[in-house]
């Protein structure tokens, strides 16, 4: 089975885990070497796991959430929201040849992004094996890696042109290691009332109405302030497309699924549902 080759300016952008070198492909691109010699095989599925020796990623998303986020995304659910991060990503003087998604799940957002960017390659790094077999087809320019977020990332000092976050965990004191002088953190947040029209019937998790401040407090140590938009728009979701929604985040872990069933089972056949998030660009 011929094997997709990686791009190679996402490979320059990658370093080992173990030592903090450079990584190479290996011929065929059969994996990844730094020059001390740590080698990491390439999955069949075509990611690659960037991870110290006995380390083990925290837990991601599972087949079924993995399985659903890919559902809603194929559907053009969220395209709206693909297409305003595009935007954001995009904009700027300074035409970014490089993009790092964190948490970036399939690599739906990062493939939007760089449908903008002719020239740019990007990494998607995600926790979840099963994500990341879903985003190592997302983009012929982009490669898709495990690894863990919340430790010092795979990537090498300075070399980033963008780092994308879409309702995931923010690394502040990474991030801004990672991305070059002028470079930008661009990141989706869920705002108060995002599916607010969910939250009762289903008994979902209510966003935290404090999000933007701790958002703030975690990045502004490391980077400041550069711009936010705010994007609003009105779904009409059928019941199999409610329960993917919510399958896909973190209500899924929190809800068992007979009991999810049921309460959609419930609603209206077609359901108008707030789709509400904020973006935010952080730069050095």
Known sequence: MSRRPWPPGAVALLACPVCG????????????????????DRARQGHVTLLPPGRTPPSGDSAQMVADRA????AGTYAGLTSV????????????RSVLDLGGGT????????????GAVGVVLDSSRYAARRAAGASPRALAVVADTWARLPVRDGVVDRVLVVFAPRNGAETAR???????????TPAPDHLAELVGPLGLLRVDPDKAARLAGSLEPHLRPAGAVAHREHLELDHRAVAAVVGMGPHARHL?????????????????????VDVTTWTG
């Open 178 to 188: 990672v991305l070059r002088p002028g470079g930008r953190l661009v990141v989706a």
């Open 256 to 276: 068992a699924p007979a009991r999810l069933a049921a309460a959609v089972a419930g609603l209206p056949p077609r359901v108008r549902v707030t789709l509400a």
């Open 71 to 74: 559902e809603v995304l194929a």
């Open 107 to 118: 690599g739906h957002h990062l493939a939007g992004a760089l449908e903008r960017l002719p």
């Open 21 to 40: 070198a450079p990584l190479s492909a290996l011929p065929g691109d059969a994996g990844l070497r730094c020059p001390a010699g740590h080698s990491f």
């Open 85 to 96: 991060l595009a935007d954001v990503v995009a904009a700027g003087g300074d035409p970014a």
